[in-house]
């Protein structure tokens, strides 16, 4: 019973991240699923929680989606997530976990400091669908690399966290569906991964009615020090 409360309160927490920012469900409910039950249920159990929440959020804004931004970051995200998916039965969790951490703290001190950016192009939004899916296939962390992405668009808080939700959702439909070819998600992992989805739902229901008035600027330099802050996180807990 302990561990379904702090579950729940994990993902209602990771629910007001991710309704906020548009990224970090994942690495807070990674570690938390993971001292519970390991990582090889946690990421499949994340993966069903996260579709719940971008489904939340994608209708949140369904208005403001940029549907050719999320179609083109997807040419390359879907067939690299089912790649990724099946190397997440060989590939050592733990460390590329850490190491994607690492390279997440780089960006977003680049980005505080406005020293570098990812170019505003389709070539971004290509190979950074294809980066984000092979991550989201191996360990359902995609977020920071496609908010990333999707930061370049320079779209309003709405307007960003809707389109990489779109993205995201299609991304977790075919992460499940060839994780479901290994028998990794059954029946218990499912139930559990709803109503922690439920409770990120409800964050998101919140956070999302505060980012309409937030200012584009000190919005992108929110997100990066949330990146810093969440990826030291994830690498202690690994």
Do not use: D
Not at 29 to 56: D, H, K, R, W
Not at 103 to 115: C, D, H, N, R, S
């Amino acid at each position: 019973m302990l561990e379904e409360i702090i579950l729940i309160v994990a993902g209602f927490a990771a629910g007001l991240l991710s309704g906020t920012v548009g990224f970090g469900g994942s690495m807070i409910l990674l570690p938390a699923m993971t001292s519970c039950y390991g990582i090889e249920i946690a990421v499949p159990m994340s993966t069903v929680s996260q579709l719940l929440s971008n489904l939340f959020r994608m209708g949140a804004g369904f208005r403001s989606i940029r549907w050719r931004k999320a179609g083109f970051f997807l040419i390359l995200a879907l067939p690299l997530t089912i790649a990724g998916a099946y190397g997440f039965v060989v590939v050592p969790k733990a460390l590329m976990t850490k190491i994607l951490c690492l390279l997440l703290i780089v960006f977003a001190f680049l980005e505080m400091t406005e020293k570098f950016r990812l170019p505003r192009s389709r070539w971004t939004m290509l190979a950074g669908g294809g980066i984000a899916g092979g991550i989201n296939g191996l360990l359902s962390l995609s977020g920071p690399v496609s908010s990333a992405v999707f930061l370049t668009l320079g779209l309003s808080p709405v307007a960003y966290i809707a389109t990489e939700a779109t993205a995201a959702t299609a991304m977790h439909i075919v992460q499940l569906i060839t994780y479901g070819e290994f028998g990794l998600v059954p029946r218990h992992v499912i139930f559990e991964g709803l109503y922690i989805g439920g409770a990120m739902m409800l964050g998101n229901w919140i956070a999302m009615k505060r980012i309409r008035t937030i200012k584009r600027r000190r919005y992108r330099r929110t997100v990066a020090i949330v990146m810093i802050i969440c990826s030291i996180w994830l690498f202690l807990s690994v």
